[in-house]
């Protein structure tokens, strides 16, 4: 099962109070991006938010971990019912991305030999 486009369209709504968010469809999933860093993968109309230690405080101590793919670094699976909460839901993207270190920069693409 691949996450609903009706699932992205309602957790940008619930995110509209942080202006630079947005999600990225990648391989049938979404990406959720604040400004240029990964907070969230978003996988079979579930939110995994990236642990971070300002999340966790958020999020608080009872939080489940999941992968939101196989192989994947455990994540805070955030619970449907909290996603209403749009406050709570904002504060804590602006946290772990605030928590985050900067991505790195993209090495340069080797021309082809041609």
Do not use: N
């Not at 969230?40 to 939101?68: M, P, Q």
């Amino acid at each position: 099962m691949s996450t609903r486009p009706a699932t992205i369209d309602f957790l940008l709504d619930q995110l509209r109070a942080v202006p630079e968010v947005r999600a990225l469809k990648m391989f049938g999933e979404y990406a959720l991006y604040c400004g240029d860093k990964v907070v969230a993968l978003v996988c079979d109309d579930r939110l995994f938010v990236k642990i971070t230690a300002a999340g966790r405080e958020i999020v608080g101590e009872g939080y489940a971990e999941g992968e939101a793919f196989p192989g994947a670094r455990p994540s805070m699976l955030i619970p449907d019912d909290v996603l209403e909460d749009d406050e709570w839901l904002c504060r804590l993207i602006r946290a772990t991305a605030a928590a985050l270190p900067p991505p790195k920069p993209k090495k340069p693409r080797k021309p082809k030999a041609g």
